[in-house]
């Protein structure tokens, strides 16, 4: 059972518009979530995190909100930039898994120029 | 320092082949953590150190052998392997993943690229 979904494999958009991402989980008793960038054959880079107790967190281009009773989640990028090109993950956490992550299946994003 | 170093970056062995895979830490983190990633695909967990003791073994072939020889390093050995084995293996580390309030996310470091021929 897959606890934490991202519906789209893939997302393009062009420059300079939004790029949003979706996440949705299952687990109510998750109470923080991270995005993750990562690039091919690298590491995956945190980008932004919300805990539960919060609807929204911004950080320069990137805003994360939450939709506690839905139990989803987005990632909005905007203005989205070729170098955003990249595979996001959707990560989550709480409850018995602690602060062990869960991840969704990822979706890349291509920002075309 | 607030990286996770793993070396070798890229890996080339043969199935009768015994290699190691390194992965360092000096942020404080009393976790840490074997990730195998295929193409595609989201990071798979293989195993969980919290405070230096194996917690978690995802029912990982023995031909993956995790050792934690201090807080600060986390080792995988590997040994007769075969072709489907080879994948991005990433490893990461956080506060400990119970029994801490905070929770900061993992910080993974850049991984080991193996291929098995």
């Known amino acids: 059972d897959q606890q934490v979904k991202q519906n789209s494999p893939s997302l393009s958009v062009q420059e300079g518009r939004i790029s949003i991402l979706n996440c949705d989980y299952t687990?109510?008793?998750?109470?923080?979530f991270l995005w993750y960038k990562k690039y091919p054959a690298e590491g995956p880079t945190f980008l932004i995190s919300?805990?539960?107790?919060?609807d929204k967190n911004e950080d320069g281009r990137f805003t994360v909100f939450l939709n506690k009773s839905a139990k989803h989640l987005s990632l909005h990028i905007v203005p989205s930039q070729p170098g955003d090109s990249a595979v996001y993950f959707c990560?989550?956490?709480?409850?018995?898994?602690?602060?062990?992550?869960?991840f969704g299946g990822g979706t890349r994003l291509m920002v075309k120029p | 320092d607030t990286e996770v170093t793993q070396t070798p970056k890229h890996l080339v062995m043969g199935m009768t082949n015994k290699k190691s895979l390194k992965c360092e830490q000096h942020?404080?983190?009393?976790?840490m953590y074997w990730y195998k990633q295929k193409a595609k695909k989201p990071p798979e967990l293989m195993f969980v150190?919290?405070?230096?003791?194996?917690?978690i073994n995802e029912s990982v072939p023995s031909r993956f052998s995790p050792e934690c020889p201090n807080s600060s390093l986390l080792n995988l050995h590997l040994h007769a392997l075969q072709p489907e084995d080879s994948a991005l293996y990433l490893c990461?580390?956080?506060?400990?993943?119970?029994?801490?309030?905070?929770?900061?996310?993992?910080?993974f470091g850049s991984g080991t690229r193996l291929t098995v021929v």
């Open positions: 990560a989550a956490s709480g409850g018995d898994a602690g602060n062990m992550l869960t």
């Open positions: 942020m404080g983190h009393r976790a």
């Open positions: 687990n109510s008793m998750f109470d923080y």
């Open positions: 150190y919290s405070y230096e003791k194996l917690s």
């Open positions: 990461a580390s956080s506060q400990p993943p119970w029994g801490t309030k905070t929770n900061y996310g993992y910080t």
């Open positions: 919300i805990s539960s107790i919060k």
